[in-house]
């Protein structure tokens, strides 16, 4: 799927900050970050429409999002947590009710 | 509360022979759209099948599955499965904006 790109694809820190980037040429209104950790169905993180936060879930304060235009979105990482090792992934839509989400393949985050 | 549940965590069927994956769910919106996402290893959800229509079949794949709103039902189904098909397949609830519900996932492998 290279509709939608992310990176880094892989992604190894420390306590270090870092930033996943997210870009999507389907020309789509809404944007996602999902987390998967291991074993589970994604969970929402945030989601933005047409550049406004409309969802914040429950997310530690050390994830930052960013959505400097309708066509990316940014998410800041500030002094990972273990807890934080999972696969992060964006996802969009085109509109904002019962709309199918499309996916990018994801960035693997390890936390040492 | 809104929840969709995936009774079986993995399902072992051989190629060739049916397969049924079950979701059930639970919602007290009315306008609501369901989803089967499949993951292969590695890759990102992608959608399989999409219904917001009760009692009409969809199909995609060899994949067909009915929302059945009088038993709140959305069960996956394929009359012969191959080899291929072996991934991680979660049913999604979207209530409606984008509030979406996923399963736990059922892994389904298939044997030779």
């Known amino acids: 799927n290279t509709k939608i790109t992310q990176s880094p694809r892989y992604l190894i820190l420390g306590r270090a900050n870092k930033s996943l980037e997210c870009e999507q040429h389907l020309g789509h209104n809404a944007m996602y970050w999902y987390k998967q950790s291991a074993e589970k169905p994604p969970e929402l993180m945030f989601l933005?429409?047409?550049?406004?936060?409309?969802r914040n879930e429950t997310v530690p304060s050390r994830f930052i999002p960013e959505c400097p235009d309708s066509s990316k979105l940014l998410l800041h990482i500030s002094a990972v947590d273990p807890e934080d090792s999972a696969v992060y992934f964006c996802?969009?839509?085109?509109?904002?009710?019962?709309?199918?989400?499309?996916f990018g393949h994801g960035t693997k985050l390890s936390v040492l | 509360g809104d929840s969709v549940t995936q009774t079986e965590g993995l399902v072992t069927v051989t190629e060739g022979l049916p397969v049924k994956l079950n979701c059930t769910y639970q919602t007290t919106y009315l306008t609501i759209a369901f989803f089967w996402y499949v993951q292969y290893l590695n890759e990102a959800p992608q959608v399989l099948l999409k219904?917001?229509?009760?009692?009409k079949r969809t199909e995609h794949q060899g994949f067909h599955a009915t929302l059945h709103k009088s038993s709140s039902s959305f069960h996956l189904q394929k009359s012969s499965a191959q080899l291929s098909d072996s991934a991680l397949y979660y049913c999604?609830?979207?209530?409606?904006?984008?509030?979406?519900?996923f399963g736990k996932g059922t892994s389904l492998t298939v044997i030779p």
């Open positions: 933005y429409n047409l550049k406004q936060l409309i």
């Open positions: 999604a609830l979207n209530t409606g904006y984008q509030n979406f519900y």
């Open positions: 219904s917001s229509t009760d009692n």
């Open positions: 996802a969009s839509s085109q509109g904002f009710s019962n709309e199918r989400l499309f």
